[in-house]
């Protein structure tokens, strides 16, 4: 499960980053650039919200998270 959770949280930022890169290229002003307010405020907040919210209803999965990241190092 925690494999398709991340799968679906970098599917969702680099969609939200394509589509922020997109439409920065059509876009009718002179930058043509990525506008990296409108991927932080579409793609890396809501992304932020969902897992504070789960981990508030879910605080057990809090702690294996952080027994998992403790592994790691």
């Known amino acids: 499960m925690k494999k398709y959770i991340l799968s679906f949280s970098l599917i969702w930022l680099l969609a939200v ?6 439409n920065g290229l059509k876009s009718p002003g ?3 650039g990525f506008n990296w ?6 793609g890396l907040i809501p992304l ?4 504070l919210f789960y ?5 057990d999965s809090f702690k294996r998270l952080i ?3 403790k592994e790691l190092f």
């Open 17 to 22: 980053g394509y589509l922020t890169w997109y």
């Open 30 to 32: 002179r930058y043509k």
């Open 37 to 42: 307010e409108e991927w932080l405020w579409f």
């Open 48 to 51: 932020i919200s969902i897992y």
């Open 55 to 59: 981990f508030i209803w879910n605080p």
């Open 67 to 69: 027994k998992d990241i």
